[in-house]
């Protein structure tokens, strides 16, 4: 009996800081403890310098195509303080029923006010670069890790716009290597434009000056 008691306090202990501060996840059916544990963490610090409350659902569920995630936060308004922002990562809602694609990140702030002090597509782009990653990884594993990085993201570009740094986040490592490659795509592109497209016509167009001159 002594050593189930022993076990069993244990667990509270170990469970219980966990419990008190989960108010920053609202749904969560794909996180693991350790993740919702630094999400938490970024979220009480970034609530404790801006009064900004920052919350996350993270939800298993299949969504149909062109499903209102707008709409569907609006059910845990009951849990949320407002100045809000609620990040939706639903990595098995349809995107297309054509293309089969899934997953979908949904960010909603409270007021424009509040829109204006993160840049969407960075708080997406740092989710989707970890989930997309083709590895040796888990998909369970990319999908906690891209909900950290994301919420990571959100929060310190709230956090900026406040004239404040955390030090609770995590750096984005992916955010310079996307725009190396980023980088590298854009000059192969103009390469290949030179090379297939422009420099033909260059070459045309200055062949029929040469050749106008001639005749004159």
């Not at 929060?155 to 750096?171: C, E």
Request: glycine share 6%.
């Amino acid at each position: 009996m002594m050593k189930k008691a022993i076990v069993r306090a244990t667990l509270l202990a170990f469970i219980l800081p966990l419990l008190l501060h989960a108010d920053h996840i609202l749904r969560n059916d794909l996180l693991k403890l350790q993740a919702s544990k630094l999400i938490n963490e970024m979220g009480d610090e970034l609530e404790a310098k801006t009064g900004v409350h920052a919350y996350v659902i993270a939800t298993n569920e299949h969504f149909p195509e062109r499903f209102n995630l707008v709409t569907y936060s609006k059910k845990y308004e009951g849990s949320m303080s407002k100045p809000y922002v609620v990040l939706v990562f639903a990595p098995f809602a349809t995107i297309t029923e054509k293309s089969g694609e899934r997953g979908r990140i949904g960010i909603i702030p409270s007021s424009k006010d509040m829109r204006e002090m993160y840049d969407r597509s960075d708080v997406v782009d740092a989710g989707v670069d970890i989930v997309a990653m083709k590895d040796s990884n888990k998909f369970e594993d990319k999908v906690n890790i891209g909900v950290v990085q994301a919420y990571s993201e959100l929060a310190d570009q709230i956090a900026a716009s406040k004239g404040v740094k955390l030090t609770k986040t995590i750096p984005n490592e992916m955010k310079p290597m996307v725009t190396v490659l980023k980088v590298i795509i854009y000059t192969g592109s103009l390469i290949l434009l030179w090379i297939f497209i422009l420099r033909p016509l260059y070459t045309r167009i200055r062949a029929r000056t040469e050749n106008g001159r001639e005749k004159e």
